[in-house]
């Protein structure tokens, strides 16, 4: 096993803030996107979270259930995922090398000739398992796909960052409210108005814009969107448990008392505040005093707010790649290239992306049998 990076298993450790998110309670492939959910299910149900969880067990590696249905080590601790890893990689006698860059893969008659500053080997069978451009210090800096295509792959038309914190102009007021997390729903638009996809999760305001689980998660539908619909725009509501329509008929409703009297409890004074100014309302008038134009503007401002986002903070803080091999080239049975015989793909290299919460790692853990499995039984 060569691996380029200074440390072994470095996206293991910083996962899950150094916990190591090792699965979900349940994973489907509706939680995924990129290649079709279907090719998707397909290698999934070859390694799904009851025996990846039963793997660990036999490791010694005891998982525990948060109520987000996120299974972690009950140690809380990433080392112990990666330790019982490289224990069980040393009772298979598997050989590592590292650091141990791969510079060049070339197909001859006796196999894959594999090269780097570090030397050269030659075998039968190769599994490329190098990541995407996600966290490139850990090692995953987009080499595997120019390995790919040497060896005659195509990659997908875009590759971008996933599961990445979002930026709006410095000058936002959200910028202003750097720490403030709250519970809302993220919305995409395309440009013709149609809803094409909301996340509802914890949303945290920052100095460059937006982060959070639901910030993540629709990050990499934000940015598909727009490859092929300049115009879709974001959104945001910060009363999930309501609509437009509902809370302007609410409001109507309100009487003598003031916006911050009103969602006392469900909001956070400081962002009440600071989204009343938005919309033009003093926070302490009675609602009932509102004009019409006043009670529409701050209805859309709590349930609809749009969202100027100028970019996202990139790979280095992207949690996942999207994009890469299309499993259309890819024997999903065996994780063997369409293209290249003898050469197996598994992990974030392929054109497969999770939602946060333990997913991308269990796209890992059932590639990785299915291409190793079928390596093996080939040998």
């Known amino acids: 096993m060569l691996d380029g990076a200074n440390k072994l298993g470095a996206k293991i450790l910083v996962a899950g803030g150094g916990r ?115 966290l490139p210090k850990s090692g995953s800096d987009g080499v595997g796909y120019e390995l790919a295509k040497s060896l005659g792959h195509t990659l997908t038309p875009h590759i971008f960052p996933a599961l990445v ?19 809302a729903v ?48 974001a959104a945001i509501n910060w009363l999930p448990d309501t609509t437009t329509e509902r809370l302007e008929a609410d409001l ?34 009675p609602l009932q005093e509102l004009t019409r134009d006043q009670r529409k503007q701050l209805t859309r401002v709590l349930t609809r707010l749009p969202l100027p986002i100028t970019g996202d903070r990139g790979y280095n803080y992207a949690e996942v790649t999207a994009g890469g091999i299309p499993l259309t080239d890819i024997r999903l049975e065996t994780m063997e290239s369409r293209l290249c015989p003898g050469l197996h793909y598994c992990g974030e290299i392929c054109d497969v992306d999770g939602r946060i919460g333990g997913y991308n790692f269990q796209w890992a853990w059932a590639s990785g049998y299915v291409a190793g499995q079928a390596a093996i039984d080939s040998a």
């Open 20 to 134: 190591c998110n090792v699965t979900h309670d349940h994973v489907s492939e509706q939680a995924y996107a990129g290649s079709s959910r279907n090719a998707i299910k397909k290698v999934l149900r070859r390694f799904d979270v009851t025996p990846t969880v039963a793997f660990f067990n036999e490791l010694g590696v005891k998982l525990k259930r948060e109520e987000t249905g996120k299974l972690f080590p009950v140690t809380d601790d990433a080392h112990t995922v990666l330790d019982a890893l490289l224990r069980a990689a040393a009772d298979a006698q598997v050989t590592f090398k590292h650091p141990a860059r791969v510079e060049a893969i070339s197909r001859g008659e006796t196999g894959f000739h594999v090269r780097g500053a570090w030397g050269e080997l030659t075998a039968p069978r190769l599994i490329l398992a190098t990541g995407g451009k996600s």
């Open 165 to 183: 914190p979002l930026r709006l102009p410095s000058d936002h007021f959200l910028c202003a409210l750097s720490g403030l997390t709250v519970n």
């Open 186 to 233: 993220l919305m995409l638009y395309a440009g013709a108005g149609k809803e094409l996809v909301s996340f509802t999760d914890s949303t945290l305001c920052t100095h460059f814009g937006l982060s959070g689980p639901s910030v993540l998660d629709f990050s990499r539908y934000y940015t598909a969107a727009r490859f092929d619909d300049p115009a879709a725009h």
């Open 252 to 285: 109507l409703q309100a009487g003598k008392r003031s916006i911050l009297r009103w969602l006392d409890g469900r909001l956070p004074e400081r962002l009440l505040r600071a989204l009343c100014a938005e919309a033009g309302v003093e926070a302490g008038m």
